[in-house]
């Protein structure tokens, strides 16, 4: 696959993430905590494409999703920027691509940012606690996110990656 398809296929599945946060998040909402497509998809190209994955999209992400927001603005493209290098990263590192790997790496990344979140919000001087970023943001907020980025991992492995084969051939060329 050429560099300039994936570019298409990664802009148009980030339109795609973006119109789902705005149009489908909110009608899927369970007990106040809506599922965060934008994070999951930039995690998810972070990991799927460790070597070509920069800084670009997860920013712009982030900025669209604080602007849709009511949080301070700039806090989740700064979160979705280091969670998607450090993501790329520890792949890269753990050099083990199956999908287990894949998704543990998207959970604790999921689970990190929202974490963080939470605390840059009682850190704004919020009225939440620390039980209640933990309990009611970050812990339901990841699982959340963890169901809709395994299903968008499973997409984008097999759209972006391709079958096994090219993936080892592309290693073996770098």
Do not use: W
């Not at 670009?56 to 900025?63: H, R, T």
Request: aromatic share 8%; with cysteine.
């Amino acid at each position: 696959m050429t560099n300039e398809r994936k570019t298409i296929i990664v802009i148009v599945g980030a339109l795609l993430s973006v119109v789902l946060q705005i149009v489908v998040a909110p009608a899927i909402t369970l007990f106040s905590v809506q599922p965060n497509f934008m994070l999951a998809y930039a995690l998810t190209v972070s990991i799927v494409c460790p070597h070509e994955a920069g800084p670009v999209l997860p920013f712009v992400l982030g900025l669209l999703y604080d602007l849709m927001g009511t949080g301070p603005v700039g806090a989740m493209a700064l979160l979705f920027t280091l969670a998607s290098f450090i993501a790329s990263r520890v792949f890269i590192v753990v050099e083990n691509d199956t999908l287990f790997m894949s998704l543990a790496i998207l959970a604790g990344m999921l689970f990190g940012v929202e974490m963080c979140y939470g605390l840059i919000l009682m850190l704004m001087q919020l009225p939440v606690s620390l039980a209640d970023v933990f309990l009611y943001r970050a812990l339901p907020c990841a699982l959340y996110d963890c169901i809709v980025g395994l299903i968008i991992m499973v997409i984008m492995m097999h759209v972006l990656a391709g079958p096994k084969q090219d993936r080892e051939m592309h290693i073996s060329q770098l």
